[in-house]
């Protein structure tokens, strides 16, 4: 059973930046491929963008402003996110599926974080 923790939420100012950190334990961390999806209120959760040991992913409206990374010997995946805006703001959570290849479908992932809430002020 592999249990997620988001972190690193806050509010930010539209063109600035912030880390947010997705922590992992109870599982063989490097077996996992990571994703990180949003959700804002009334809308469905979004994918943002997925990393494995194949493939890494992004949603076209983060692309070139999105990074994400991911360091198994600290059972961590990361996501850097740059020239925020106030769209990106949301509810972010981490998931973790088995096996080698990065998933943009939310349902490819058996384990979900409690998320952590990114506010952009324009």
């Known amino acids: 059973q592999v249990q997620l923790v988001e972190s690193g939420g806050e509010l930010v100012q539209a063109g600035g930046s912030l880390r947010l950190s997705c922590a992992a334990s109870?599982?063989?961390?490097?077996?996992?491929?990571m994703g990180w999806f949003r959700r804002t209120p009334g809308k469905e959760r979004e994918f943002v963008a997925a990393?494995?040991?194949?493939?890494?992913l992004y949603a076209d409206s983060v692309k070139g402003r999105f990074t994400i990374s991911r360091d198994n010997a600290k059972n961590s995946a990361y996501l850097q996110m740059n020239r925020l805006k106030a769209e990106d703001t949301a509810v972010y959570y981490c998931a973790a599926a088995s096996g080698n290849f990065a998933h943009s479908q939310a349902i490819r992932y058996g384990y979900w974080g409690q998320g952590t809430q990114v506010t952009v002020s324009s």
């Open positions: 109870g599982g063989t961390f490097s077996s996992y491929a």
């Open positions: 990393t494995g040991r194949i493939s890494t």
